[in-house]
């Protein structure tokens, strides 16, 4: 079985900043992509940011400027470093993985989301 455990959510000011992890364990052969999603109250689930296992980074418009992600292939962890916090991404936030979990068997694994919060 592989698990993907999320960390670091939690209440924030506007303008201030968070760190999220997602480690992935288990039966684990190889990951490629990883990636990082949110879902806000009333709204679709949508894509925050994703990184190959070779580190090319693609980040939504919407936080270009003010999120990174990265990775720790050897950890098998993926991280979001959000800067300058706005109210408008207060969501769930979800990392996910495409994981080789048995020879030639590939799947897309989803953690059970954090909740990051921006309110003054």
């Known amino acids: 079985q592989v698990q993907l455990v999320e960390s670091g959510g939690g209440l924030v000011q506007p303008g201030g900043s968070l760190r999220l992890s997602c480690a992935a364990s288990?039966?684990?052969?190889?990951?490629?992509?990883m990636g990082w999603h949110r879902q806000a109250p009333g709204k679709q689930r949508e894509l925050v940011a994703t990184i190959t296992n070779r580190g090319n980074t693609n980040h939504a418009d919407s936080v270009k400027g003010r999120f990174t992600i990265s990775r720790d292939n050897a950890k098998n962890t993926v991280y979001l470093q959000m800067n300058s916090l706005k109210p408008e991404d207060t969501a769930v936030y979800f990392c996910?993985?495409?994981?080789?979990?048995?020879?030639?068997?590939?799947?897309?694994?989803w953690g059970q989301g954090t909740q990051v919060t921006v309110s003054s």
């Open positions: 996910n993985a495409q994981i080789m979990y048995q020879i030639h068997r590939w799947d897309d694994f």
């Open positions: 288990g039966s684990i052969l190889s990951v490629t992509d």
